[in-house]
């Protein structure tokens, strides 16, 4: 038998390690810890806010990591620095980072925004604006609303964060058509819009699905899913609007053939916000069934 040096023992050293990793599912093809992308990147939401572990940051991203997700998204300003730093270590995105904005309010938004965004500088994270203040569909509120969100942007370019309008029952900016309507007052495209399938459900129908994702269609930047009922059935008390992806009578797959038809190309969040039990248990399902609406097999 021939003897090897120790460049060629390198080599299969390095070989033999690589298929034991492919086997573990850390390196598969384009896959992230072992769970495919899928067309579009899988990011989670809210899944703290229920947890009946209460993880923490760090423990979240983990758990996050460790069940294949692309990356994370973070509700509010506290914590930020500590989720940036524990999304990079884990190899996660912050995809978004969710704003509270109120009109009616003196000041509008939080004011620690400069100081805490700057963390996010060059992550290309969305700032999501949650805006309420008034009545739901409230015109009246339009040109302030400009005003603020102008005022918002002028912090987030500086550190490189895009705007996005988060539509969500109840709140002044209630319907995708508010968020589209202030979104087309700002030049090219500078303000985009979010579809949030829970806050749809539970305000629109069932039969414009494809005239909101249509009439969306220029602004159209982020999508955030989760199980639910239908809208006639939440309407009628009769439905969950806030479910793991496993469950509820929409069929997912429509939506996700709609965003394929329109050309959608962002990302797609998990809306956890509201479940609870073991948030690690239900995110499990989820993303099982994300996989499976993606043609991947599970593991």
């Known amino acids: 038998m021939k003897k090897l040096n120790l460049s060629e023992l390198r080599v299969i050293v390095i070989i033999f390690l690589t298929n034991i990793l492919v086997f573990a599912g850390v390196i598969v093809g384009d896959e992230v810890g072992g769970v495919a992308k899928g067309k579009y990147p899988f990011y989670a939401l809210c899944m703290d806010t229920h947890d009946a572990k209460r993880r923490n940051i760090e423990q979240q991203n983990e758990m996050l990591r460790e ?117 087309s007052k700002f030049p090219d495209g500078k303000v985009g819009v979010m579809f949030n399938l829970c806050h749809w459900a539970a305000v629109d129908k069932s039969e414009n699905l494809e005239s909101v994702l249509n009439f969306a269609k220029p602004y159209l930047a982020a999508v955030t899913i989760n199980g639910t009922d239908t809208p006639e059935e939440i309407k009628y008390k009769k439905g969950n609007w806030l479910q793991p992806l496993d469950k509820g009578s929409f069929q997912m797959k429509t939506l996700l053939d709609l965003l394929e038809k329109i050309d959608y190309c962002g990302s797609i969040g998990l809306q956890c916000y509201g479940i609870g039990g073991d948030a690690k248990e239900h995110i499990t399902r989820s993303i099982k069934k994300w996989r499976s609406l993606n043609g991947i097999d599970s593991k």
């Open 67 to 183: 069940l294949g997700f692309d990356g994370v998204a973070h509700l509010w300003l506290k914590g930020l620095p500590e989720r940036v730093a524990s999304a990079k270590k884990n190899s996660l995105k912050v995809m978004q980072v969710y704003f509270a904005v109120n009109l009616s309010a003196n000041p509008p938004f939080d004011q620690q925004l400069a100081n805490v965004l700057p963390c996010l500088k060059g992550e290309g994270t969305q700032l999501a604006l949650l805006i309420s203040g008034g009545k739901p569909s409230d015109t009246s509120f339009d040109a302030k609303a400009v005003e603020v969100i102008g005022q918002i942007m002028a912090i987030a370019e500086k550190s490189e964060i895009s705007v996005v309008i988060y539509p969500h029952r109840d709140f002044l900016v209630e319907k995708v058509s508010d968020a589209v309507r202030i979104a």
